[in-house]
């Protein structure tokens, strides 16, 4: 790996988790307070956003979404994809885990849920656009929050980078075709074009503009402290576009929340079983396979977590600010980050039992010299 990337690496593994990040779930619920009583109050305001449109994309969200998604794509480095090698049991892994697996058992998970135990708490004419958001969440694998559990779980950072360039690169091909895919197998018509548009806009569009940015920056002399600055810059931004994408989808979902309070509780079931449900089998299989503990924790954590930002935005795209799509993937903002710091947990304190796997190596010889990450405390 160059010089440039790990130092990239070192530096991101090196961050605490951030007082955003911590309570995430806290922020979430302050702009649900926010989102209802500004919507009931200043109902005008929120028709004329709904209204900004061109080609079925909201303008408005489509300017926060990228404020959300570009600085986070800054962090990757995909020179770091010729790196595959030297993890591929991991790496092979976290693809079956998050493309084969994940969507497909989300889907299961809704129809089983939302189609039949929940229907009768969920109205009727959302039912469809629940189990499109729930797909839509578990299409998109984590990008940025990865480097966050990757750490506490005291991941290889390599293995974590190369893998979440990777499946960025997988996404730009592979995100509509099994998002249709699913919504067909469900009985949810496919705006195809509509859904191609939202790949363009919220993944290919941002992964040039965040790759021909970060590659000026580094360029230039101390490019990697400057790359280091601008991220550190752009983080508060980041985070502000996305409370704010919140508070808009709360404004447009007051009226179905106040009238289904459970709504969001019933959502988050299947959410939490195929985290659980796919943190868990990355973690088995990886042991199976022989991994080292420090690539068997980020893959798992990765196979479990959600790209919610373009989840989000695709939802809105393809269904709209007031369906019950949007709401499902905020449902997945809601509780990713204390399903994922139990997942974390779980990870770290069974560690001895993993390394007991013949084949698998301890702990000190997993990471690179000099590269080691200090668990977090």
């Not at 506490?152 to 249709?180: C, K, R, W, Y």
């Not at 990886?286 to 980020?298: I, Q």
Request: a positive charge; hydrophobic letters at 60%.
């Amino acid at each position: 790996m160059s010089m440039q990337c790990e130092s990239a690496v070192k530096r991101t593994g090196s961050k605490d988790m951030g007082l955003f990040e911590r309570f995430l779930t806290v922020w979430v619920f302050l702009c649900i307070i926010a989102g209802i009583s500004l919507g009931h109050f200043i109902p005008e305001s929120f028709q004329l956003i709904g209204k900004m449109e061109v080609a079925r994309v909201n303008l408005p969200v489509a300017v926060l979404i990228w404020m959300m998604i570009i600085p986070m794509l800054l962090k990757i480095d995909f020179r770091a994809l010729h790196h595959v090698k030297e993890h591929w049991r991991g790496i092979g892994v976290t693809l079956f885990i998050n493309w084969a697996v994940k969507p497909f058992s989300m889907a299961l998970l809704a129809w089983l849920f939302i189609r039949i135990a929940f229907a009768p708490w969920l109205p009727a004419e959302q039912i469809d656009s629940y189990i499109a958001g729930l797909i839509i969440l578990a299409a998109a694998p984590c990008t940025a929050m990865v480097f966050v559990w990757s750490h506490l779980s005291e991941g290889e950072p390599h293995f974590t980078l190369t893998q979440v360039a990777l499946n960025d690169v997988i996404m730009i091909f592979a995100f509509a075709p099994v998002v249709g895919l699913l919504l067909g197998l469900s009985a949810i018509a496919v705006p195809w074009d509509t859904l191609f548009l939202s790949v363009v806009l919220y993944i290919v569009i941002p992964v040039i503009i965040s790759q021909l940015w970060r590659r000026r920056v580094i360029a230039r002399e101390h490019g990697v402290a400057r790359l280091a600055r601008l991220i550190k810059t752009l983080h508060p931004i980041s985070l502000a576009a996305l409370l704010v994408t919140l508070i808009l989808l709360f404004g447009f979902q007051g009226e179905q929340i106040i009238a289904h309070p459970l709504i969001i509780l019933l959502l988050a079931v299947p959410i939490l079983i195929q985290v659980f449900f796919n943190s868990g089998l990355a973690y088995l299989l990886n042991r199976r396979m022989r991994s080292p503990h420090c690539v068997a924790g980020p893959s798992a954590l990765i196979g479990a977590s959600n790209f919610f930002e373009l989840a989000v935005a695709t939802a809105i795209v393809l269904f709209g600010f007031e369906s019950g799509a949007a709401l499902a993937t905020v449902v997945g903002v809601l509780i990713e980050v204390p399903v994922m710091l139990v997942a974390v947990k779980v990870v770290n304190s069974t560690r001895e039992w993993y390394e007991q796997a013949p084949g698998v190596l301890p702990h000190a010889e997993c990471c690179p010299a000099g590269v080691h990450l200090h668990k977090h405390h």
